[in-house]
């Protein structure tokens, strides 16, 4: 049996929301609206740990399927800006 028969809607669902977070926290860290006082090793090794995250879930067929064009967009442009954040700071 594939992943997909194994996951109801809501379980994908679920997954889409978590990788949001993952998006907007990054996005957050980036644009320094995130309002934890962490240390800049803080910040990237939050961004780090969600990149890989969302970089986990684009490899599953189910995942990318569940995604609407402007949400792949959302995703792809996030892992960008997180890894310039890393390599600039």
Do not use: P
């Amino acid at each position: 049996m594939n992943e997909i028969e194994q996951l109801t809607q809501e379980e994908i669902e679920s997954s889409v929301s978590a990788a949001f977070d993952s998006v907007n926290l990054i996005n957050n860290i980036v644009l320094g609206t995130e309002t934890n006082e962490e240390s800049i090793e803080e910040k990237k090794y939050s961004i780090d740990s969600n990149i890989r995250h969302l970089q986990i879930m684009n490899n599953k067929e189910w995942f990318t399927d569940a995604l609407e064009e402007d949400q792949v967009t959302q995703i792809a442009d996030c892992i960008v800006s997180g890894t310039s954040f890393i390599d600039s700071n």
